[in-house]
């Protein structure tokens, strides 16, 4: 069977449908040399075997109320790349396992190479669109990353659609021919190609094959949209087709139509699209906001470059023909049209400081970037370790400068100003809940009836983004921009969240108290 599906994949689909967790499997981390543009490079990738390994990684996926139980496996031999690592399921509240969230240093120790660590985490009350990825420096843009599904069996908007499968998954992720490392160190992050479910092009590059994505004329899909990105965000489309958005970042919609979605770095949409086209190839686009290295002057598209291809059953084996609707003829997504179908509103009360109010506000220093003047710097002990381990004032929590203490089961407002920050719009992410954005970037209105619900959202600079939220997860949270350099320059903090409470809400497994001793006995080749 699995002989056959590889031969179906290398013709018809992606290579993500082919490699499937549901609910409890091995997640093996592996260095392999990969190509998915044409250009061979050493990477960190994520399979189901070491063998299967490769970009994105297996889909995983459940129903909402089900449990996972993801043992990751550390087989990372290149010392010239990090050789531990950790996972974070992106967009997943770790309600009562705030040790399983996995960013390094926040919640955890990273796992050693030769070590496993076993991720269990309860799902009771979402559903949606998610991912994973590495939470260890910048090793998710050396090819960690992949699908994270959770469906509803009683999607109040299943009526919209017909296929909702492995085969309706569509990954944006940039890709760099240099190790991540190297591209950090360079300063500004420009992307070589990218690739839609994991398939790809570069300029002056070989015609690698792109990604196909298979519709049947008559039926209604839902397509689940992730941007993996390290960096860039993209201009979504699909030449000839209206996208019906019904999901951002996990949090169904009130339907809205449009024809091109810009979605940012972490960022998820679930969108509707009728296979009501004449049988043939459409091009599926999606144009990053910095053009790839080496692209042709006004032809982001060149060669098929970031681009992949929608078609019918029945239509030619062959690139598309169909042009891109004009710049007059673009209906896009903005935050404003945005509303949950469910329970719409914010906490707090309907004007602006009408909760707990915290103030951020973006800098940039000596190469590095600052929340209120600090850049973050992982601390040697793990914030959740410290707490645990008796500190309980949130202003004695390490990095210092970096954490903030939150009270329980209380609104809190928070502005975001993106200060002099460079490199923006940073999609501002926050672990352990959803928020309502009741003030996006690209505002200057309040919303409190029925602001867009997610848990990613741009910060422009000069600009204020306002969240809020209701602190009724205990224990160290990530807040942090996900352009991934930006991150690993300082871009974040840490909201420390009912800490009294955080030890009784959380306990931890015998294993993941192991973690830092194994960690911190590591030799320099391999960390």
Same mark, same amino acid.
């Given at each position: 069977?699995?002989?056959?599906?590889?031969?179906?994949?290398?013709?018809?689909?992606?290579?993500?449908?082919?490699?499937?967790?549901?609910?409890?499997?091995?997640?093996?981390?592996?260095?392999?040399?990969?190509?998915?543009?044409?250009?061979?490079?050493?990477?960190?990738?994520?399979?189901?075997?070491?063998?299967?390994?490769?970009?994105?990684?297996?889909?995983?996926?459940?129903?909402?109320?089900?449990?996972?139980?993801?043992?990751?496996?550390?087989? /990372?031999?290149?010392?010239?790349?990090?050789?531990?690592?950790?996972? !974070?399921?992106?967009?997943?509240?770790?309600?009562?396992?705030?040790?399983?969230?996995?960013?390094?240093?926040?919640?955890?120790?990273?796992?050693?190479?030769?070590?496993?660590?076993?991720?269990?985490?309860?799902?009771?009350?979402?559903?949606?669109?998610?991912?994973?990825?590495?939470?260890?420096?910048?090793?998710?843009?050396?090819?960690?990353?992949? $699908?994270?599904?959770?469906?509803?069996?009683?999607?109040?908007?299943?009526?919209?659609?017909?296929?909702?499968?492995?085969?309706?998954?569509?990954?944006?992720?940039?890709?760099? !021919?240099?190790?991540?490392?190297?591209?950090?160190?360079?300063?500004?992050?420009?992307?070589?190609?990218?690739?839609?479910?994991?398939?790809?092009?570069?300029?002056?590059?070989?015609?690698?094959?792109?990604?196909?994505?298979?519709?049947?004329?008559?039926?209604?899909?839902?397509?689940?949209?992730?941007?993996?990105?390290?960096?860039?965000?993209?201009?979504?489309?699909?030449?000839?087709?209206?996208?019906?958005?019904?999901?951002?970042?996990?949090?169904?919609?009130?339907?809205?139509?449009?024809?091109?979605?810009?979605?940012?770095?972490?960022?998820?949409?679930?969108?509707?699209?009728?296979?009501?086209?004449?049988?043939?190839?459409?091009?599926?686009?999606?144009?990053?906001?910095?053009?790839?290295?080496?692209?042709?002057?006004?032809?982001?598209?060149?060669?098929?470059?970031?681009?992949?291809?929608?078609?019918?059953?029945?239509?030619?084996?062959?690139?598309?023909?169909?042009?891109?609707?004009?710049?007059?003829?673009?209906?896009?997504?903005?935050?404003?049209?945005?509303?949950?179908?469910?329970?719409?509103?914010?906490?707090?009360?309907?004007?602006?400081?009408?909760?707990?109010?915290?103030?951020?506000?973006?800098?940039?220093?000596?190469?590095?970037?600052?929340?209120?003047?600090?850049?973050?710097?992982?601390?040697?002990?793990?914030?959740? /370790?410290?707490?645990?381990?008796?500190?309980?004032?949130?202003?004695?929590?390490?990095?210092?400068?970096?954490?903030?203490?939150?009270?329980?089961?209380?609104?809190?407002?928070?502005?975001?100003?993106?200060?002099?920050? $460079?490199?923006?719009? !940073?999609?501002?992410?926050? !672990?352990?809940?959803?928020?309502?954005?009741?003030?996006?970037?690209?505002?200057?209105?309040?919303?409190?009836?029925?602001?867009?619900?997610?848990?990613?959202?741009?910060?422009?600079?000069?600009?204020?983004?306002?969240?809020?939220?209701?602190?009724?997860?205990?224990?160290?949270?990530?807040?942090?921009?996900?352009?991934?350099?930006?991150?690993?320059?300082?871009?974040?903090?840490?909201?420390?969240?009912?800490?009294?409470?955080?030890?009784?809400?959380?306990?931890?497994? /015998?294993?993941?108290?192991?973690?830092?001793?194994?960690?911190?006995?590591?030799?320099?080749?391999? /960390?």
């Amino acid at each position: 069977m699995r002989l056959l599906l590889t031969s179906l994949a290398i013709h018809l689909i992606y290579s993500q449908a082919l490699d499937i967790i549901r609910n409890n499997g091995v997640l093996q981390i592996v260095n392999k040399e990969l190509s998915p543009d044409g250009f061979s490079r050493p990477t960190v990738l994520a399979g189901t075997s070491a063998g299967s390994a490769t970009f994105p990684g297996p889909l995983i996926q459940g129903n909402k109320g089900d449990t996972f139980n993801i043992d990751v496996v550390d087989s /990372l031999t290149d010392t010239t790349m990090n050789r531990t690592t950790s996972i !974070h399921w992106h967009g997943l509240f770790q309600e009562h396992t705030n040790w399983a969230d996995g960013p390094s240093f926040v919640t955890q120790c990273p796992i050693a190479p030769e070590n496993s660590f076993l991720y269990r985490f309860a799902v009771p009350d979402q559903a949606g669109t998610y991912w994973y990825h590495s939470h260890l420096g910048v090793q998710y843009c050396d090819g960690l990353r992949g $699908p994270f599904v959770v469906y509803d069996p009683h999607d109040p908007q299943a009526y919209m659609y017909d296929v909702d499968d492995e085969n309706t998954v569509i990954t944006l992720a940039d890709w760099y !021919h240099p190790k991540a490392f190297q591209v950090l160190a360079h300063g500004a992050a420009v992307s070589n190609a990218t690739l839609i479910n994991g398939q790809g092009r570069y300029p002056g590059g070989p015609d690698a094959s792109l990604a196909v994505v298979n519709v049947q004329a008559g039926k209604r899909y839902r397509f689940r949209l992730i941007s993996m990105s390290c960096d860039p965000n993209y201009l979504f489309s699909i030449d000839g087709h209206n996208l019906t958005v019904i999901e951002s970042d996990g949090v169904s919609t009130t339907p809205v139509t449009v024809n091109q979605i810009q979605i940012y770095a972490a960022q998820r949409y679930s969108f509707v699209l009728t296979a009501n086209q004449p049988v043939g190839n459409y091009w599926i686009r999606a144009s990053p906001n910095t053009q790839l290295a080496g692209t042709p002057a006004n032809d982001p598209f060149a060669n098929g470059i970031n681009s992949a291809i929608l078609r019918y059953n029945g239509a030619p084996n062959a690139d598309p023909v169909t042009i891109a609707p004009s710049s007059s003829g673009v209906i896009g997504i903005t935050e404003s049209l945005i509303h949950p179908l469910q329970n719409p509103g914010a906490p707090g009360s309907p004007y602006p400081g009408g909760a707990y109010v915290l103030n951020l506000t973006l800098g940039f220093n000596a190469g590095a970037f600052t929340v209120n003047n600090h850049s973050f710097v992982s601390p040697s002990v793990p914030v959740l /370790l410290q707490i645990l381990s008796g500190t309980q004032p949130a202003q004695n929590l390490l990095p210092e400068g970096s954490v903030f203490g939150l009270q329980k089961n209380e609104v809190y407002e928070i502005n975001i100003n993106g200060g002099t920050a $460079p490199g923006g719009p !940073h999609p501002f992410h926050l !672990h352990g809940h959803n928020f309502d954005v009741i003030k996006s970037f690209d505002s200057s209105e309040y919303n409190f009836k029925n602001p867009v619900r997610r848990d990613t959202t741009p910060v422009a600079a000069g600009e204020t983004t306002t969240i809020r939220f209701v602190t009724d997860n205990p224990g160290p949270w990530f807040l942090h921009c996900h352009i991934d350099f930006h991150l690993a320059a300082g871009l974040a903090v840490v909201m420390a969240e009912d800490v009294p409470d955080v030890k009784s809400n959380n306990p931890v497994p /015998l294993e993941w108290d192991a973690l830092c001793p194994i960690y911190d006995n590591l030799k320099p080749d391999q /960390l």
